[in-house]
């Protein structure tokens, strides 16, 4: 079964630091990657997109992707506390399959 | 610009009863994505259209469930009868045709319960 995979957390860390959020995922012809953000009882906002491996940084954000380990990160440099939030990482396993598949996201506490 | 809205928010219905849940997409996203999230588990994919067509429904439960997108603009969820396991939270997400489909705007969801 094609899976995604990350660590429910919490994960704590202090306002103004890097946050550091991992993902891997099962499949290798796995094409799309995405993370996104949902504060509790609101929608999944895409914060990131990665499609190539390295890295690509947006603002506070940078998305790294290596696609021989299976292995997508998120970094949020200099933490704020609305940073606070699920963080989902999403794969587009490809293959014909046109939806994403989540993981079960992790919830981030920046502390003040 | 509005997002995509969904409708109802919150449903509470018993065992056996039929539910139909709406979606509007942002104008003029030819993809629409449904999504259901169980308690405890991850989002999961239901099915994707494209315009009125139906792209790839491969994430669909059983045949309890049936979705429709009737001139490509919004679209409807029926579960018909409803089951315990059916609770959970329904997205709905939609992308222009030419993001690929997969930079999806998500709705705020639509809670369901049932008794």
């Known amino acids: 079964q094609k899976e995604v995979e990350q660590n429910s957390g919490p994960l704590s860390v202090p306002e103004g630091a890097i946050a550091s959020l991992n993902c891997t995922y099962s499949d290798r012809v796995s094409q799309s990657f995405f993370w996104y953000r949902q504060y509790s009882g609101k929608s999944p906002e895409l914060i990131m997109s990665?499609?190539?491996?390295g890295d690509k940084e947006d603002g506070r954000f940078t998305a790294q992707l290596n696609k021989a380990s299976q292995y997508v990160s998120l970094l949020i440099r200099d933490s704020q506390p609305s940073d606070s939030a699920t963080y989902l990482c999403a794969v587009n396993m490809g293959g014909g399959a046109d939806g994403l598949t989540f993981g079960k996201g992790t919830h981030l506490i920046i502390q003040p | 610009e509005a997002g995509v809205t969904q409708f109802p928010s919150h449903s509470v219905i018993e065992k056996g009863q039929t539910v139909t849940l709406r979606c509007d997409p942002i104008s003029g996203h030819d993809n629409l994505y449904w999504y259901r999230r169980v308690m405890g588990k991850e989002i999961k994919f239901l099915l994707h259209f494209v315009k009125e067509s139906k792209q790839d429904e491969s994430g669909m439960p059983n045949n309890r469930f049936l979705a429709e997108r009737t001139g490509g603009t919004y679209s409807t969820l029926k579960v018909q009868p409803a089951e315990l396991e059916d609770s959970g939270v329904y997205f709905c997400?939609?992308?222009?045709?030419?993001?690929?489909?997969?930079?999806?705007?998500f709705g705020q969801g639509t809670r369901l319960t049932v008794v």
């Open positions: 997400a939609s992308s222009p045709r030419d993001r690929g489909g997969t930079e999806a705007f």
């Open positions: 990665i499609y190539s491996n």
